[in-house]
């Protein structure tokens, strides 16, 4: 079945960095759009950034030029660089497969704070 297990988050000062990848299994990898979202308390889950299978990108305007999203075919992963950290990016950030139906990771929490 399909799985995506997220890794990387956690407390970061503000204008800091962090790296977050997800491990997808359970379907051909390569062929298909990945992506991130975040959903921050009280507020609706939100697209950050997808890559597709081509290896193309595209960000939501305000993490454009702070957050890079990649993908390794090889390892089947897809991570999420984010620099220039601010406290309202703090979130709990979900891995995305977008798949015949949605696939979701479980979530993991980024916290930006000093």
Known sequence: QVQLVESGGGLV???????????????RFSGYTMGWYRQAPGKQRELVARIF??????????????????????????????????????????CYADLDFGYWGQGTQVTVSS
């Open 13 to 27: 000062q503000p204008g800091g960095s962090l790296r977050l990848s997800c491990v997808a299994s359970g379907f």
């Open 53 to 94: 299978s081509g290896g193309y990108t595209n960000y939501v305007d305000s993490m454009k030029g702070r957050f890079t999203i990649s993908r390794d075919n090889a390892r089947n992963t897809v991570s999420l660089q984010m620099n220039s950290l601010k406290p309202e990016d703090t979130a709990v950030y979900y």
